[in-house]
Structures are given as C-alpha cells and as structure tokens.
C-alpha cells in the first residue's frame, strides 16, 4: 500500500510475517485479531471505533481493487465471460406511474437458461 511510507514499512512487515508464521488464515483468526486489536489500542469514542472500521473498510476495497478485481478480469479471459440477456417490458396504467417489468436472464454457453430474476418497479 503506497500511503505508508518507505522507512515505516518494515516494522509493519515484521508484523505481517509474525502473523504469517503464527498461521493467521481468513477463516476468523483475522477477525479476532482485528476485534483484540480495536478492544485494546483503541479508546472508547464513536470517533475512534468509526475511524478503526473506515481502515477495515479502505483495507477490503484496497484488496478488491488489487487482487480480487484482477484475478477475476483474469478469469474471465481464461473461462469466458456470462452471456446476460435482458427483456424490458414497458406497460402503461391507467395510473400516472409507469410500471417497468425487467427480467434478467443467464444463459450458459450452450445458450441454455440457467437463471432468471424479475423487477417489478
């Protein structure tokens, strides 16, 4: 991540492989770690704890934007992209509103229907 800088990044890394080698895993290990670590460095205020959860949060899009995002563009070369077919059906009321039915459709490769959703607005 570029925004820490240069010369803090060690000490960070040292952190990193620690929890490396302790076998830290997304399977909630990670969870308690976060929740121990706010419980314990962070001072009770709403500020505080929505400051805590914004670097969660900036950290999950930061690992969307750069792993997650292209690892599935890469995907999507290799296996294919999913054909969507959409039908927008206009019907018209007596009531001023304009009802919009919109049906979403999956097909596979084959041009099979596998999956149908439908908005009623």
């Known amino acids: 991540m570029p925004y820490i800088k240069q010369e803090d990044r060690p000490k960070m890394d040292k952190v990193v492989d620690a929890m490396v080698d302790a076998g830290v895993q997304a399977n909630g290990d990670l969870n308690y770690i976060l929740f121990a670590l706010c419980k314990r460095c962070t001072n009770p205020s ?17 690992i969307r934007r750069r792993l997650l995002i292209p690892y599935e563009n890469n995907k999507l070369i290799t296996n294919g992209d999913v054909e969507w077919v959409v039908a927008c059906v206009i019907i018209k009321t007596s009531m001023p509103k304009v009802c919009v039915k919109m049906e979403f459709i999956k097909k596979d490769k084959e041009d099979k229907r596998v999956n149908k959703w439908i908005i009623d607005q």
């Open 46 to 62: 709403y500020n505080n704890y929505k400051n805590f959860l914004g670097e969660i949060h900036e950290s999950a899009e930061e």
